[in-house]
């Protein structure tokens, strides 16, 4: 079973590294489902309290920004760490942050909380927002230990796996929280995930992380510097193509931004909080599909092309589903959207994988994350306020109404249908233009001499 000296043998060695991955995932599976149960709730438990897009937008944009803010600083911090040890901070932040927040719930003053107006609901929001975003450092380490981990070959389909595991998270996510905010209260809500984080804590450490190397392979991982933003643009940029892709997902997120800021809103004002609940949940399994697909199957030969065609299928969906104010087409062109959004994040993610050496992989991954995310706080703060002060009049009794109400309908929820589908053209269009460009048939030419260099004969 071992070679001579004791060390394993090349069999022994990726079977071990495998288990392991297989409880990194399963540990983030249960610990994504806390972090994002509780960030729906709140984004939930605040319209349903207050009934202002204005403020969901708000809490978006403060996530997003937060969230971008991250990706950078948390790449060049699992760069230069054990990725142990980067997970391990991810789930302790986590979990303080929500036992503050849940002693600022029960000590504020009755009726502060969620009061707009009120200092304690600010700080509030703040603090369950952190909590989240400190999930994002597990990401980011979770996504390089497929190179330290699983074998070459298989990486999109352990890519496939983490999609498949985020789909089980937001099922779980979606049904939890629109069903503990109308059944139980925000306040069992924070009691809920304190304990479930407190778990996941203490399972995490349990798990160990053979040849843990993050930081012992090269002198200029950037561990004199908390943000190594230049060592990350240089490894981007020395692959031709890929900084073009980066920020093609920019645009993406740009467009996606819509999304954060009126979907909710817009399944609340067709169905109810418990219902809205279940249709996420019963659609997010898409997801899991999606992922299961891409574990089976892997990616084909060229991600790169996969991941723009899969681009084009979403934003055709985003014109699609909102045509007419029923929750059958939005179930279902949501269950689409998230069967299609794991083929696309792992195609970027085995990308980067690929092309990118492993010591750097956790910088690229957060100026990718950086980039991609900084344009979408920008749109859901911009979109929130039009929608509510624009959009929706227009399409409610103003001029839109009156021109196109006849067959489009009229109302909130038309608004902001119109905002979906303007959205979903301008992607089609801009991804069509990228499929017909040079970056991507440079990077998807480097994919293919990496994959070649990399394959045993």
Known sequence: MTMQGGAESPEVGAASGLRTFHLLVANTVIASTANNFL????????????????????????????????????????DAHNRKTSMMLSSMGSLACFLLATMVYFVAPEGSIPSLSQAWTWVFVVLVLAGAIAGNLRAIALSTTVTLLVPVERHDRANGLVGTANGVAFALTSVFSGLAIGLLGMGTSLVI???????VTAHLLTIRID???AGQESADVGTSTTVDFKGAMRAVRFVPGLLALLLFSTFNNFLAGVFMALMD??????????????????S??????????VASRGLGSNPVRSLLLVNVSLWALTILFPIRSSIIPLAIGFFIFMTLMPIAEASEQTIIQKVVPFREQGRVFGLAQTLETAASPLTTFLIGP?????VIPYMTDGAGADAIGSWFGTGPERGMALIFIVAGFIGLVVTIIALNSRPYRDLSQRYEETTREATPA
């Open 39 to 78: 960030w729906f709730a709140l984004v939930f438990w605040v319209y349903l309290e207050t009934r202002s897009v204005v403020a969901t937008s708000v809490i978006g944009g403060v996530y997003m920004l937060l969230f971008a803010a991250s990706g950078i600083f948390f790449g060049t911090f699992v």
């Open 193 to 199: 995930t304190v304990v479930v984080a407190g778990l």
């Open 211 to 213: 040849n843990d190397r």
């Open 265 to 282: 809103p817009y399944g609340l004002e067709l169905v109810s909080v418990e219902v809205w609940g279940i249709v996420l949940s019963i």
């Open 284 to 293: 997010s399994f898409g997801f899991i599909v999606g992922g299961v697909l």
């Open 386 to 390: 039009i929608a509510q002060a624009w």
